[in-house]
């Protein structure tokens, strides 16, 4: 199908040693064409119009003005469909990468009928076209903007199709059942016995088929991690040892560290790798109930990050003995379904007035951690325990179950319960045209999940996510 050639630069804005203007489309190459000149075509003021460059291969010249001035030296690539990213012709144009070169190069380019890319277009052409599908199209954002060497290998395997192969074979397996079901619905049984038995080997296909999806839906949680990062808040009343503890681990001087009450008074929020687990980690004014109208404002904002954490991590003075303000912030942490609170008592390298005995008995936590921030004693201990947190297996490139986006985990969700309800359907005794229903529902939301049934405004949704050049 003809489309638009669309065009974009596909480097990032400002200075560097290369960048890259981007078209696809029928006419691609004829638009590029009429801009740039080979050496021997600049030397001779002449343009070859019967030059036909090998595919894929590059080529020195330059791109000239509308009044046939040097604008750049270039290197130029045709690469023609369908062996291409988006399977339309496609060409590069790789400038230095300043912004006046790339920017005069894309006005002459759209001055000769390409067109501005869209958000994304390039790899929505790419699902359009049937090269990907959504959840490989949806792994292309991931890929860019993964925070970890985990989280990267997490997402490539999606680009390679992993998720997408276990996807398929889930929905080949459901249209399997649905040609049993349906022909059993319409055909009577003459032999006793034989509805029920294929009733029993349904429901066995089945609850098989529902055990893949539940393992599947349930590893949206360590996707999420990979992708967004483990929330990690820093708690504790001022001077408690927050700010170090928030430079130990993200290694450099962020937070002021002094002796003063209240020297954080806003959020101080970094992504750390911590040995490939990106943890977004946010060092939170301290929290009391006493404090100048700056100091409110931001405790403010600790109280929001509370809210959003997945992990809490609330320090304790193990120098002193336990104050009525440590107890008023831990009643701040009403903790949500998910969350995770880590006690952590620094200070050990002084004389100690706080056990972790007393700790255990004065708060409910999910660990009671010692340290000492100042000395590091403890602190490998603490890393291991966050590690712990994220429930994460190791990822290899091979992985295939890791589900990055919130929108797959809910469409695999939504598919593992419509095979619940045929499960409970075939165990009610319902007939077997009630099932259907049900295996159809989850047929089409695995469908969904990678594309083969999705909307416009979905696509506009999915893609206005990425970056111009894409």
């Not at 999420?224 to 708690?235: D, F, P, S, W, Y």
């Not at 430079?247 to 970094?270: H, K, W």
């Not at 120098?319 to 831990?330: G, K, R």
């Amino acid at each position: 199908m003809e489309r638009d050639v669309i065009c974009a630069i596909s480097t990032p804005p400002g200075e560097g040693g290369i960048g890259i203007v981007r078209l696809s489309g029928d006419e691609a190459y004829r638009i590029a064409r009429e801009v740039f000149r080979l050496p021997a075509e600049k030397r001779a003021g002449v343009f070859w119009k019967d030059f036909h460059p090998q595919p894929r291969r590059l080529y020195y010249g330059y791109i000239l003005s509308d009044r046939g001035e040097q604008v750049d030296e270039v290197l130029f690539v045709h690469m023609p469909a369908p062996q291409t990213y988006t399977r339309e012709d496609v060409v590069e144009i790789h400038a230095h990468g300043g912004t006046v070169p790339l920017q005069e190069i894309y006005r002459l380019l759209l001055q000769r009928g390409a067109r501005i890319a869209e958000p994304g277009e390039f790899t929505r052409r790419a699902f359009l076209n049937g090269r990907i599908d959504l959840v490989q199209a949806e792994s292309v954002l991931s890929v860019v903007r993964a925070k970890t060497d985990r989280g990267l290998r997490a997402a490539l395997s999606q680009l390679q199709g992993h998720l997408s192969v276990r996807v398929r074979e889930l929905r080949q397996g459901i249209l399997h059942l649905l040609g049993e079901t349906e022909a059993g619905a319409e055909f009577f049984y003459e032999e006793a016995g034989q509805e029920e038995g294929t009733r029993k080997g349904v429901a066995t296909r089945v609850g098989e088929l529902l055990q893949q999806c539940e393992y599947l839906a349930g590893r949206r949680a360590q996707g999420k991690i990979l992708q967004e990062g483990l929330k990690t808040v820093i708690l504790g009343k001022p001077n408690v040892g927050k700010s170090s503890l928030y430079n130990y681990l993200l290694q450099e001087e962020r937070a002021i560290v002094t002796e003063i009450p209240g020297t954080t008074r806003d959020l101080l929020m970094e992504y750390i790798n911590l040995r490939g687990i990106p943890l977004r980690i946010v060092d939170t004014a301290g929290l009391r109930r006493e404090g100048d109208r700056v100091e409110k404002k931001g405790m403010e904002f600790s109280r929001k990050a509370i809210q959003e954490a997945d992990l809490m991590l609330l320090l304790l003075d193990g120098s002193e003995e336990l104050s009525e303000e440590d107890f008023w912030i831990y009643r701040q942490l009403e903790t949500a379904e998910g969350q995770l609170l880590f006690v952590i008592i620094n200070k050990i390298d002084r004389a100690r007035k706080l056990t972790t005995e007393e700790v255990e008995r004065s708060f409910s936590a999910q660990r009671v951690l010692e340290c000492s921030i100042l000395s590091g004693e403890g602190l490998p201990a603490l890393e291991e325990a966050i590690l712990e947190s994220a429930q994460l297996g190791e990822v290899s490139a091979g992985e295939s179950d890791i589900i990055l986006e919130a929108r797959q985990g809910e469409l695999m969700q939504n598919a593992a319960e419509s095979l619940r309800d045929a499960l409970h359907a075939l165990e009610a005794g319902f007939p077997l045209d009630v099932v259907s229903i049900d295996l159809h529902q989850a047929y089409g939301f695995l469908g969904e999940l990678i594309g083969e049934t999705v909307g416009d405004d979905l696509l506009d949704h999915i893609f206005s996510r990425f970056c111009i050049g894409k």
